[in-house]
């Protein structure tokens, strides 16, 4: 009988080196080796990714942490607070990359820095309280915070690097196993429409695409062709031109538009999680739930309307 891989089995495929988490074959990257610089680095990469992928106002300046936290005291509107929250969010994430960067200059001085140091602690502190805070943040494509990507830095601070990209690869596999979800959903709504014919093909490559694009580096000459790849894939489903049946009604045209809509919808929630590399479950479970809903109202309705005949139903 065959068994699964364990997490973490490394293989080659065609000369690529490949390392297996929950179902998924992943592209696999040497971790660089520990250190100051290397952990800097790489704080300093998530913190700009981390504001690249959350709402717009909320990259305050580690300098201003004092201002942030007395604005989010003082305020006692709810929805307001939650603004000033993110905001502090942010000071407290770039306050803590301000320590790292000068815990850097002073090892790179000959200073030695052990965990106990103060800086070394308030690092932490400051990180561990933006990750507290940071489930105020609303993604920019909705209203929700993808926690996931808060919790990395303090991560990459605190655990060793060949762990911490252990569990990367760990957040791509759920994240792959999410846009397979995704598309499945889109393939399992519109496999009866009249409106959206032989979209399946579309979403297969799409996924597929995508999982690629997610799996692999910017820096890896292959971007050059797995880019334009997932762009064209994520195009021919956005731009899907529905066909209207010669004879329709005006459900037949609001079936149309949603379900146009909800294609683009999906595809964007996909390249949501392709740019952010982490799963955004309440985000999916949400369109998930809008696609069954389109299903029983459009394509469900229509297959028991024709199973039951207006005479049948007025004879009975």
């Not at 293989?11 to 179902?23: E, K, L, V």
């Not at 770039?94 to 965990?115: H, M």
């Not at 991560?155 to 994240?175: C, D, G, H, N, Q």
Request: glycine content about 6%; some cysteine.
């Amino acid at each position: 009988m065959y068994q699964s891989p364990v997490n973490g089995t490394k293989r080659d495929f065609d000369g690529q080196p490949r390392i297996y988490y929950d179902g998924y074959w992943i592209k696999y990257y040497d971790p660089p080796k520990d250190s100051f610089d290397v952990r800097r680095q790489l704080i300093e990469a998530l913190t700009r990714r981390l504001f690249n992928h959350v709402e717009h106002g909320i990259n305050i300046p580690g300098t201003r942490l004092r201002e942030a936290r007395e604005a989010y005291e003082a305020e006692t509107d709810t929805e307001r607070k939650r603004v000033n929250g993110a905001m502090l969010a942010g000071a407290l994430f770039n306050r803590a990359a301000d320590i790292f960067r000068s815990l850097v200059d002073l090892q790179t001085a000959g200073v030695e820095i052990g965990p106990d140091h103060t800086l070394m602690r308030e690092c932490g502190h400051c990180l561990i309280e933006a990750l507290e805070l940071g489930k105020m943040v609303r993604h920019r494509g909705g209203d929700e915070g993808i926690d996931e990507l808060w919790g990395e830095p303090f991560k990459a601070f605190s655990m060793p690097i060949e762990a911490f990209y252990a569990s990367r690869y760990l957040k791509i596999a759920m994240t792959m196993q999410d846009i397979d979800r995704i598309t499945s959903a889109m393939k399992d709504t519109f496999a009866e429409s009249r409106q959206i014919r032989n979209i399946g093909p579309r979403l297969d490559a799409l996924a597929e695409a995508a999982k690629r694009k997610c799996e692999i580096l910017r820096t890896d000459p292959i971007v050059f062709d797995v880019w334009p790849a997932y762009v064209v894939a994520s195009e021919r489903v956005c731009n899907y031109d529905p066909a209207l049946p010669s004879i329709h009604d005006a459900k037949d045209i609001r079936e149309a538009v949603e379900g146009t809509r909800l294609l683009r919808e999906g595809t964007d929630l996909v390249s949501y999680l392709v740019r952010a590399r982490v799963p955004m479950p309440k985000s999916m479970r949400e369109y998930i739930d809008r696609c069954q809903q389109f299903k029983r109202t459009y394509i469900d309705s229509r297959r028991f309307q024709s199973s039951h005949p207006p005479e049948e139903a007025s004879s009975a």
